[in-house]
């Protein structure tokens, strides 16, 4: 199958200031990657570029093997916005009417329910915007960018106001995309749960891609956490063959040895390591 983004060697400069400095990014069909990076990284920028909102100072972007930006590009790229603001006065339909009509959908009533359905807003159709939580305001964002049946979606930061059934519901609609070939780019910062769905992450730092790979490969292991008469001890280093020594050795020290067990390394763990804990 063929690639749904393809992006390389992507600058984007504001003046002085250099937002991306030569990303190289790949989203395959139906492939899930989340883009990781800390405040300021660029992945807004990036994912803007993408759908046509933003033009790269070099380098290109293809969607679906389409210039970025070009109708044909457009009319397949569902885009949720990292701050969007949709009419207070609007009702969650009448606000995917007006998305039907920007993405020249014919879905019409079908498609709008299945929409309000799947990000579980059945019952907030007539509900005004004004009168939504931020959570519901976002769900509704989601369905947005999946007016027209995309073959490609580029969601930034579409779960940071859900709570955890929000972030859930997602995650099964992330999986049910994928599963019917869509494929998606994810912007966030909510690491577990970017483990949890993502096939594959890209971290971005400074503009530039840092690090890739599926979750699984850039995680480590974590060491190993014994719990003794004082206390949980960890051993960072350790793995599951050099319990029986640390336990003899912490017993020999006069310990008591209540547990032991491996540390699963997290994603977290991993991107601090890579990009430190104060990212600008
Ligand atoms: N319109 C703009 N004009 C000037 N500078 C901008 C503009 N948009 C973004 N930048 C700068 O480009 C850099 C990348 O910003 P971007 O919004 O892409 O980061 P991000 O990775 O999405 O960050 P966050 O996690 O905070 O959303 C930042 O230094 C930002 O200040
Ligand atoms: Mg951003």
Redesign the pocket.
Known sequence: MSDALIATALR?T??S????DGVDLRVGAGELVG?L????????????IACGL?RPTAGRVEVLGQPCGSPQARARTGYLA?LFRFPGWATADEVLVLHQRLARSGGGAAERARLLGLVELASASGRRVEAMSKGMQQRLGIAQALVGDPGIVLL??PTSALDPAGRRTVRELLEALRARGVAVLL?S?LLSEIELVCDRVVI?DG?RTIAEGAPSDLVKAGGVEIETGSGHRRFAHAGREDIPELIARLVGEGERIYGARVVAGSLEDAYLDLVGSAG?
């Open positions: 984007k504001y003046g200031a250099v937002a991306l883009l990076g800390p405040n300021g990284a660029g992945k807004s920028t990036l994912t803007k933003v990292e930034d930061e912007n910062h971005v503009g600008g």
